[in-house]
Every structure is written in C-alpha cells, then in structure tokens.
C-alpha cells in the first residue's frame, strides 16, 4: 500500500491524464498494425505491393480501417503528450508491442516463442519503471515558449543532422538497399518521427492552452507546428508502409519502437531538457526501465522464427522455402517477410 501511495503522490494530475491516454493509444496503434499489414497483402495479391512502390493498399477497406484505427490511437497519443512529458508517453509505446505481436502469432500465424512472451514481460516491466519515475511536465503558459526552445543551439543543431541523415537514407540507401535491409525504412521513420514528436508536443500543448481560454491560434509559430507535423506524418505513414510489406510485422514493431523511442527520448532530452528536473537516481532508474524494454525488444527479435517444439528445424525450413517462393529472394535475408505454415 505504502508503493501505491507512494505512486499516487508521486504524480501529477497531469501525468495521471497522460499516463491513461498514452496506454490507450497503444491498444489501438498495436492493432493497428495487425490491421493494415492484412490489408496491404490482401492488396498485394491483386496490384503492386507497396514495398515494391506501389499504392493498390489505397482501394482496400481494411488497409483503410487499420488506418482508421491507427489515426485513433494516434490522437490519443497526440492528447498524451499534452499532459506528459515525451520520456514518459514514448516508452509506453513497448505496450503496442505486445499487442502487436500477440495478435501477430493469433492472426498472422507469426510464431510467437516462449522467450518472446518473456520478451513482453521485459517491456512491460521496463515500461512500469519509468512511469514510476517519469519526471514532472515542464510549465508552458504558450506556444512561443516551446518555440523558444525548438529554436535553441541545441535542438536546431540536433535537428540539422536528423534531416542530414533522412536524406542521404531516402536518395541514396532507400534505392539500393531498402527491399534488403529492414533499417533503412525504418530509419527514415524513426528520425522523422523524434522530429514529429516534438512538433505534436508543441502543437497538443497550444491547443490544450487554447482551450483552456488563452487562444494560441493566433500565433504563427503553432502554424509552424502544425505544418512539421503533417509532413513528418505523411513521411512516416509512406515508409512505415513500406517496412509493413516487406518485412515481417513481429521485426518491424520492436525494431521501430526501439529506434523510434530512443530518437525521441534524446530529443525531448535536449529541447524540453527533461533531466535538469529530475536527481541522478531518477535518471539512472528510467535507463534501466529503458534498457529493460530494450532488452524484451531484442528477445521478440532474436526469436521472430523459432517455435516450441521438436519441429523447430523442419519449421524454420518450411518457412525459408515459402518464403523463397513467394518474394523471390535468397534465404540470406532472414528479416523479409514471410507467412508462416502452420505445424502438422
């Protein structure tokens, strides 16, 4: 009782608030992308996959309704970030993992190990760690103080090199190596995304101020928010996509989340400078919680193709020959996608 009081006293009404929304939108986003990957190879079987560049996915209801239920979860993690802070809502994020790949082995007949379910068990602990230590939301009475910060040294230098990076990954590497390399998608969403999560900060927190009586709407800088945040979302949607079709969903959703959440836990770090409120215990307990979550992520990935049993072998053979057949290339390539065979 005396943890639990503990707790309670610990955190913030505000924190409370987006503690809720943020494990909510994990509910829907892990779901999510159940959803849309059955939708993307419902429309691969009739048109140009979207790893491939094309966009048949756009005329299919489910890709459609997985979409839907993404935009969902998304706002309510666009709510969250009003009310905490980014190195708390982020990491909650491990949540859509389990989600994600339960319903993966339930629906997709992606084989989930038992050191996978032991990888969940990490992420959950590692994620209880840092709400339980999650610093204080920074007071903001307007949208010109986060652009203030959005446009110190730091964080424009910061964003500098992300932009840097996403380009040379989507006119050099993206070409050569995207329908190979499962980091190169990824880290076009992952860099793109750590900038838009600051912009839906800064964007949830003048809404949140506006709506509360002091209109932030006529200040040019939300303008500027809003616009970072739609672009990066589209740029996001269009590679994540991309990820969805070529690879498999179980390796995509930890490797995402994993990237993801580090980018934007460093920049939050720099711009909303989250650790000068918070002691160095505080800050060690969360890299535990962090490296915990990190470590259930590297279990669901290290065991994306083992199954119990004895037919673990003739299994993974199975697998590496359907997959040869259906997607053309060699079985060197262990992260592409693959629809398992279901056991005698």
């Known amino acids: ?29 892990g779901a999510s992308f159940i959803v849309k ?11 140009i996959r979207a790893g491939s560049g094309g966009y048949s996915y756009l005329l299919e209801p489910l890709w459609w309704v997985g979409m839907i239920t993404m935009v969902v979860g998304e706002i309510a993690n666009f709510a969250a970030y009003a009310f905490a802070p980014a190195i708390l809502v982020t990491p909650l994020g491990a949540l859509s993992i389990i989600i994600s790949a339960a319903l993966a082995h339930i629906i997709l007949r992606e084989r989930l190990h038992t050191f996978g379910v032991l990888g969940c068990v990490l992420c959950v602990v590692g994620s209880t760690t840092i709400v339980l230590h999650a610093p204080p939301e920074r007071q903001i009475e ?46 076009v969403c992952s860099l793109v995304g750590s900038i838009s999560v600051m912009s839906v900060k800064a964007l949830g927190i003048a809404l949140k101020l ?13 303008w500027a928010f809003t616009l970072v945040v739609v672009s990066c979302v589209l ?12 690879f498999n969903t179980a390796v995509v959703s930890p490797i995402y989340y994993v990237m993801f959440t580090s980018l934007t836990i460093l920049a939050s770090v720099i711009m909303f400078k989250d650790w000068d409120r918070q ?6 307990t969360e890299m535990c919680g962090f490296v915990t979550i990190l470590s259930g992520t590297f279990l669901l990935h290290k065991t994306k193709d083992m199954v119990d049993g004895p037919n673990l072998t003739t299994s993974l053979s199975m697998r590496s020959l359907k997959h040869d057949e259906e997607d053309g290339f060699d079985e060197g390539i262990p992260l592409k996608r693959q629809d398992s065979l279901r056991l005698p």
Request: net charge neutral.
């Open 235 to 246: 740029t996001q949607m269009n590679y994540l996509n991309k990820a969805l079709d070529t």
């Open 1 to 29: 009782m005396g943890v639990v009081r503990s707790w309670s006293e610990g955190m913030s009404s505000d924190n409370v608030k987006g503690l809720v929304l943020a494990l909510s939108s994990s509910l829907f986003i």
């Open 37 to 47: 990957k059955k939708g993307l190879k419902k429309a691969g079987a009739s048109g």
């Open 142 to 187: 307007s949208v010109t103080d986060v652009w203030d910060l959005a446009t110190e040294p730091g964080f424009l230098f910061y964003t500098a090199l992300v932009l840097t990076a996403v380009f040379i990954l989507i006119f050099h590497f993206v070409p050569q190596y995207g329908q190979t390399h499962i980091m190169v998608y990824i880290g």
């Open 210 to 222: 506006t709506f509360s009586g002091m209109n932030q709407l006529i200040y040019p800088q939300t």
């Open 279 to 284: 002691t160095p215990t505080q800050i060690i």
